[in-house]
């Protein structure tokens, strides 16, 4: 049981390249979320998934893209990378929205030059 | 408005002694859920605690306790008899939302540094 995992660990960019996040949880969850952190920001959410096939924005959704469609993988796009994008990112998920713990990956570091 | 307020961006605690941690939320739901993380220097984001909004008690796990006053708008983590370990970032996050929309909101954080 490898709970969530994120691929890659650490990027580098340049800017304007595209890459893809991939995250991947074994535990059955239906919700999933990417967030991002920068220093002293705290996490925000980007987008989330309630269920194979769905997405939603979030907080700062503005130049990602999300895709789920499997239920125990999370995609995170960028398709044009920028400086503003350098961050740490973590996938969660959680069993249900209401009253569940999130559970979190690892975080992906990535560096736009 | 800020949703989740943590006023304390670092402490320094000796071992051994007892440490709040503040954390105070805005919100108009009647239903929501804080809980807080733990996020040591290995990057990690560690579950620590959960209080509903409607839960009577204050949640405790083991060394970790929620001291919830709903009137106030606070939820501060209190950590008993700390150790070396628990030197980390500490996050308190709320869960608001109606079914299927439901977002998680975190706090700036603060940062943790038990002193031997």
């Known amino acids: 049981n490898a709970g969530v995992t994120q691929t890659p660990k650490f990027r580098v960019l340049k800017t304007g390249q595209s890459m893809t996040l991939l995250c991947a949880q074994d535990m059955n969850h239906e919700y999933m979320y990417w967030y991002r952190q920068d220093p002293g920001m705290g996490l925000r959410l980007i987008h989330y998934s309630v269920g194979e096939g769905t997405t939603a924005k979030g907080e700062v959704p503005d130049g990602y893209n999300v895709s789920r469609l499997k239920k125990q993988n999370f995609l995170l796009g960028l398709e044009s990378a920028a400086p503003s994008q350098t961050s740490v990112y973590f996938c969660a998920s959680s069993y249900s929205g209401a009253q569940e713990t999130q559970y979190f990956g690892p975080g992906t570091r990535l560096l736009v030059l | 408005a800020q949703k989740i307020t943590q006023t304390q961006p670092g402490m320094f605690v000796q071992e051994k002694e007892a440490v709040t941690l503040d954390c105070t939320y805005d919100?108009?739901?009647?239903?929501?859920?804080l809980f807080w993380y733990k996020q040591p220097s290995s990057g990690e984001m560690i579950f620590l605690i959960y209080q509903g909004s409607y839960d009577q008690q204050n949640a405790t796990e083991g060394r970790y306790s929620l001291n919830f006053q709903k009137a106030r708008k606070s939820a501060n983590l209190v950590i008993s008899a700390s150790q070396l370990g628990d030197s980390a970032m500490y996050f308190c996050a709320m869960r608001e939302g109606t079914f299927g929309n439901e977002k998680l909101t975190f706090g700036t954080g603060t940062r943790l540094t038990i002193i031997p």
């Open positions: 919100t108009s739901d009647p239903s929501y859920g």
